[in-house]
Structures are given as C-alpha cells and as structure tokens.
C-alpha cells in the first residue's frame, strides 16, 4: 500500500528489529482503536514485537494464543502465531 497525505508513519525497523505489517482491514482498524484506547501500552506492545516478536519473558502479559488464532498461514505454510498482550 502506497502512503498517502494524512497517513500515520510507522517508524523504521534498526538493526535486528522487525518490521510489522497488518494482514487484514480487521486488524489495521483494529490497532488503531486499541491505540486510541491504551496508548501507553500498545506502543509498549509494539516495541516489544518488533525486538522480540516470539518472546515470552513476561508471562504474566502474554500467552500462547489458543484455537483458530494459534496458528496462521504465511506463504503456504502454517506458522504459530506470537504471543498476545492481555
């Protein structure tokens, strides 16, 4: 997707880091309420899935996501998703 005047930019991965990108509407809709509602911690969120996208070092604010959003298909393969921010 080409950016456009008025969209929001994302800042550039460095080194190591990851770049994150949506796969769905649902989802780009999604973080931007989530967003709205929780600043401080979506951008703790987002920081931290760019460094450490499959980490569990805090499991009292993460886990395995269960059922259909366990796993999900990337370039024909099924891949176990990262764990989610409660």
Not at 34 to 60: K, M, T, V
Not at 69 to 79: H, K, S
Request: charge should be positive; proline fraction near 8%; aromatic fraction near 6%.
């Amino acid at each position: 997707m080409t950016p456009k005047r008025g969209d929001e930019v994302a800042p550039p991965a460095i080194g190591d880091e990851w770049r994150l990108r949506f796969a769905t509407n649902e989802a780009a809709k999604g973080w931007g309420e989530l967003c709205a509602e929780a600043p401080g911690n979506s951008r703790r969120c987002y920081e931290n899935f760019r460094l450490r996208p499959a980490s569990h070092h805090d499991p009292d604010r993460r886990h395995q996501l269960r059922g259909r959003l366990a796993t999900g298909v990337l370039g024909g393969r099924e891949l176990p998703h990262s764990g989610s921010t409660r």
